[in-house]
T-cell receptor
Framework: DAKTTQPNSMESNEEEPVHLPCNHSTISGTDYIHWYRQLPSQGPEYVIH???SNVNNRMASLAIAEDRKSSTLILHRATLRDAAVYYC?????????FGKGTRLSVIA | NAGVTQTPKFRVLKTGQSMTLLCAQD?????MYWYRQDPGMGLRLIHY???????AKGEVPDGYNVSRLKKQNFLLGLESAAPSQTSVYFC????????????FGPGTRLTVT
């Protein structure tokens, strides 16, 4: 079973920031936090990952709580192409386990 | 680079038939994975491999077998297909363990009637 919990769905207006939350209640000290997304009819794609510090890349930012029990994926300006299911996960030496994710809808 | 490719893209089987799904990667990755995704669900790990000649069970391994005879290929076999195995199957690979990003293939849609 997935070790993370996420809201089933979220909605955002185009061009606005989106904050997608994830709870990691049982995360261990050495597990990395990963985020993936799945566009309609495609395989999942990597978005970002981090351990303790906040991380930025061209796609998104990842904010990790100080106790690491929660993380937030931040899309700075949502576009219609960002409509997807977003999965958070944790991994150290074991493969990623994916939950049901958050379905993000973007409204024009 | 083609990345991760999966063959076939679609398949319909009758109950009891067997088939093999092929996953190939050209990134020289050590780790490879097979997941299944049912409608409205997340991905569930079936089997994975941490290197050529090795395999390990994931969350839902029953009814499936795998082989990793070559580093670049990971085969998923269904010996006697059942309707409960109707799903979309995704293969993925990564350079190494959990620290590294996984690259996913486009998926194989399997229907068992």
């Amino acid at each position: 079973d997935a070790k993370t919990t996420q809201p089933n769905s979220m909605e955002s207006n185009e061009e606005e920031p989106v904050h997608l939350p994830c709870n990691h209640s049982t995360i261990s000290g050495t597990d990395y936090i990963h985020w993936y997304r799945q566009l309609p009819s495609q395989g999942p794609e990597y978005v970002i990952h981090g351990l303790t510090s906040n991380v930025n890349n061209r796609m998104a930012s990842l904010a990790i709580a100080e106790d690491r029990k929660s993380s937030t994926l931040i899309l700075h300006r949502a576009t219609l192409r960002d409509a997807a299911v977003y999965y958070c996960s944790e991994s150290g030496n074991t493969p990623l386990v994916f939950g049901k994710g958050t379905r993000l809808s973007v409204i024009a | 680079n083609a990345g991760v490719t999966q063959t076939p893209k679609f398949r319909v089987l009758k109950t009891g038939q067997s088939m093999t799904l092929l996953c190939a990667q050209d990134m020289n990755h050590e780790y490879m994975y097979w997941y299944r995704q049912d409608p409205g669900m997340g991905l569930r790990l079936i089997h994975y491999s941490v290197g050529e000649g090795t395999t390990a069970k994931g969350e839902v391994p029953d009814g499936y077998n795998v082989s990793r005879l070559k580093k670049q290929n990971f085969l998923l076999g269904l010996e006697s297909a059942a309707p409960s195995q109707t799903s979309v199957y995704f293969c993925a690979s990564s350079y190494s363990g959990g620290l590294y990003e996984q690259y996913f293939g486009p998926g194989t849609r399997l229907t068992v009637t």
